[in-house]
Structure formats: C-alpha cells, structure tokens
C-alpha cells in the first residue's frame, strides 16, 4: 500500500504541493490528473526520492520513503516523462547495466529481460545501439529497465508522450498485467483517454491541492450528472479553483 500523509513541497515561498493526502491499494492503477504546473510532477519527484518534501510522509508498504530512502528505492520503478538511456549503449546492454543496479542474480536477470523483451515487443531494436530508438522504443527499454527488479510500485510521468498507437497499446497492456499481479501502478498523465480505458481509481491536483480522490466509477457518475465528458468535466474541475 502507498500512503501519502500530508505530503508538502516548497521552492522558497512558492508551496507546489500542499498538505496532500493520497493512499493506493495494491492492484490500484491511480491516474494522476492535473493541469501543467499543478504539482503532479514535484509530487512524483518526491515519491521516488528525487525531491525531499518540506513535510509529510510518503510510505510503502510499511517503508518510509525519506527515512529509509534505499530499501524504498527497491521497491519503486520509476518511468520518467523523458526516458533517458546511454546512447551508446544498445537495449540489451542498458538493461544488463540496470539489473546490476539493484544486484539482481545474473541468471535470474536474463530471464526477466527475456519476459520483458517478448511482452514489450523489443527483441529486434534489443541489440541496437539507442540513439537509433525511435521516441516509442526508448520508452518501451525504459519501462523494461523499470520492471526488471520486479518493483511494488511503479511511478510513471506521462508514459504516452510521443507514442504511436502500436507503443501505447503495448504500454497500457503492460501496465494492467502488473496490477493485476497486484503492484500498484501510479500515474500522471494528460491523455484522459487512457485514464477512462485502464484506470480503476482517479485523484485531480490542481495548484497543489487535490481536489478529487474517487473511483473510477465515481468519475464516471460525475461526467453523468454534469452531462460532460471527461475533459469537460476536468476543465469544470480545475476552473472553479482559479
């Protein structure tokens, strides 16, 4: 489980998260909406270890992120916004290079990146250096590289950036079969789309705030009674606290 309890997040005088409180469930895949500059990113940042908050917790399964900041990091996967890769590396080496990050047993790390290359669909770019990677490819070895230690919770910035429509299927698949073995799948995004089609609970920040944490179905029975749709609805949201 991922408890968030009164996360907060300033630069100077500037407060870009603000006292929020969020827990996921495992097999959760939480969709993390907000506008840009809403906190989204600050808060992931935060989560995976790369900001210190100005207060509050951040826990996982029992592990606070800050005061036991390398055990956390073992069980976080962490997909960026812009996935980043040596480029003189190819796919098979980056991954090998990863897996001894975190000590992974050689044996045990080639059978992953096996699985991983047959489900991501990257076995012909696996031996090619990336700076050939299209944008779709080098999310693709990202998510690969992030799923190797076999995490409890994946964070992901905007995994759809970029992607062509082949790539966003095989991520979104990806992402369902990893909460359904029961990780917890947590998500910023802007393509509503994919919130509605693979999400099953929904929180909106906007100006540090969260000013909706609900089901899926929730959200559903809101655009209903609002006669919306989900981007109507999402614009009515975030307007009314401007």
């Not at 895949?29 to 808060?43: I, V």
């Not at 916004?81 to 050689?106: M, N, S």
Request: aromatic share 8%; hydrophobic share 40%; net charge negative.
């Amino acid at each position: 489980m991922l408890k968030i309890k009164d996360l907060t997040k300033k630069f100077g005088n500037f407060t870009a998260v603000n006292k929020i409180n969020i827990t996921v469930k495992q097999g959760d895949l939480f969709g993390f909406l907000g506008p840009n500059g809403a906190g989204k990113t600050t808060t992931i940042k935060t989560m995976v270890g790369l900001y210190s908050p100005t207060a509050g917790s951040i826990v996982i399964n029992g592990i606070d992120v800050v005061e036991h900041h390398l055990e956390a990091k073992k069980i976080i996967g962490y997909i960026p916004d812009q996935p980043f890769l040596y480029d003189k590396l190819t796919g098979h080496e980056f991954l090998l290079f990863c897996g001894g990050l975190f000590e992974i047993d050689r044996k045990k790390l080639h059978a992953k990146i096996d699985e991983l290359v047959e489900k991501l669909k990257i076995k012909e770019w696996l031996n090619k250096r990336s700076e050939e990677y299209s944008q779709g490819m080098r999310q693709r070895i990202t998510i690969a590289s992030s799923l190797l230690h076999e995490p409890d919770l994946i964070v992901v910035d905007e995994p759809m950036v970029g992607l062509d429509p082949q790539s966003a299927h095989i991520i979104k698949n990806v992402f369902k079969e990893e909460a359904a073995k029961g990780k917890i799948i947590f998500m910023s995004t802007h393509s509503l789309n994919v919130v509605e089609e693979i999400c099953s609970r929904v929180a909106i920040i906007n100006n540090g705030n969260i000013i909706f944490d609900n089901s899926i179905e929730e959200l559903e029975r809101l655009k209903a009674e609002h006669d919306k749709n989900l981007e109507q609805l999402f614009i009515q949201l975030t307007d009314e606290e401007n």
